[in-house]
Nanobody
Framework: QVQLVESGGGLVQAGGSLRLSCVVSGSIFSINLMQWYRQAPGKLRELVAGITSGGTTDYAGSVKGRFTISRDTAKNTVYLQMNNLKLEDTGVYYC?????WGQGTQVTVSS
């Protein structure tokens, strides 16, 4: 079972940017799908973005055009670049691959 460790969260003003990182123990080369989820207080965890081993990406409608998911196989890392952040992007962001979740990293967007 792989281990996932997220970092890069923090406090940012609306309109700002953050880049989240998810370091995967072992090689991500053989992992077919990596995803980012988020969970806001009092809400269910929701899918934000995903990327396949072939580089195909998919996004939730609420973040399309603002967030970019990418993967660096040499660094065993998946990134989530978040631009033009909005108050509603606040939450704990989790990295996921089939069978494993990271511990989460807090993103707080202030007005």
């Amino acid at each position: 079972q792989v281990q996932l460790v997220e970092s890069g969260g923090g406090l940012v003003q609306a309109g700002g940017s953050l880049r989240l990182s998810c370091v995967v123990s072992g090689s991500i080369f053989s992992i077919n799908l990596m995803q980012w989820y988020r969970q806001a207080p009092g809400k269910l965890r929701e899918l934000v973005a995903g990327i396949t081993s072939g580089g195909t990406t998919d996004y939730a409608g609420s973040v399309k055009g603002r967030f970019t998911i990418s993967r660096d196989t040499a660094k065993n890392t998946v990134y989530l670049q978040m631009n033009n952040l909005k108050l509603e992007d606040t939450g704990v962001y989790y990295c996921y691959c089939p069978g494993s979740w990271g511990q989460g990293t807090q993103v707080t967007v202030s007005s």
